[in-house]
Structure formats: structure tokens, C-alpha cells
């Protein structure tokens, strides 16, 4: 009896360091100055109910030229009022337990620094995860380095 609970107790310590570890990333995680770069969104469902949208601000800095096309998602882009691309919002399903990545092309700033992203993700039962806090927080922004 006492080996069944060790090792319940086990599991569940490795199940919750995955669940705190598991959070919307953005790789490469470093890239270099005025670089054409691919990046690819990594969203991970680890609720119980679908995921049904992530929205992403783009770093300032950084210009966003085109989504990779993404079956059974729409991509809506975000635009500020003077029509620059600020940001994008896909709408789809993605089942617990699941992760979907998503591809963009982007020409990086001409100078050095960390970007900051920030995300939301949607849920089927109406909560949203806003993934824009500090490193080393429970919803930590992605972030990406251009050297």
C-alpha cells in the first residue's frame, strides 16, 4: 500500500512540473539582427476543455510579413488604425492534451534586444490565459533575443 501511494505521489509531482512547465513559446529563441526569420508559435491545450483561439502581439520592433497556412484554423490578422500588422488571432480547435504550432515570417529590428510577446489563449468554456508576464512567472511572455 505504501508503494502505491509513493509512487501516485510520484506521478503526480511529474504531472504537475509538465503542466507548470507548458506554456505559448515562440522559436528560435534567439535570432539575428535584420535576419528573414521563420518563427513558429507553440500553443499547448493543457485544460481540460479545447482550446478555441490564441491571439499574438507582435514586438513592436519587430515586422511580420505573412502566416503559414494552418488547416482547419482561420487566421485573422491585427491591424492598428493606420493599418500597420500588430498582431494576429487564429480560430480553431485543439483538443486537450494536444499542442498546435503556428509559422510566420518576420524580418527582425535592425538592433540588438529581447522581444517580448504577449498571447491569449482562448478556451472552449470561456477562460482565457493571457501569456505576457515576466520570465520565471506562471504565465511568462514569450521572448525571443536578436543579437
Known amino acids: 500500500m505504501i508503494r502505491v ?3 501516485a505521489a510520484a ?5 504537475l512540473s509538465v503542466a507548470a512547465t507548458a506554456h505559448v ?5 534567439e535570432s539575428a539582427v535584420g535576419a528573414h526569420v521563420k518563427y513558429v508559435v507553440r500553443v499547448p491545450n493543457e485544460k481540460q476543455v479545447d482550446t478555441v483561439a490564441i491571439e499574438i502581439r507582435f514586438p513592436s520592433a519587430l515586422r511580420v510579413r505573412s502566416f503559414e497556412q494552418r488547416p482547419d484554423w482561420m487566421t485573422e490578422p491585427i491591424r492598428d488604425a493606420s493599418g500597420t500588422l500588430i498582431g494576429v488571432r487564429w480560430r480553431g480547435s485543439l483538443p486537450p492534451q494536444q499542442f498546435a504550432e503556428f509559422g510566420l515570417l518576420a524580418v527582425n529590428p535592425a538592433a540588438a ?3 517580448a510577446w504577449s498571447a491569449i489563449q482562448s478556451f472552449a468554456d470561456g477562460t482565457k490565459v493571457e501569456w505576457s508576464g515576466a520570465a520565471g512567472s506562471k504565465t511568462p511572455a514569450p521572448r525571443v533575443t536578436i543579437k
Request: avoid cysteine; charge should be positive.
Open 25 to 29: 513559446t515562440v522559436s528560435p529563441k
Open 5 to 7: 501511494i509513493r509512487v
Open 11 to 15: 506521478l503526480g509531482i511529474a504531472t
Open 113 to 115: 534586444g529581447d522581444l
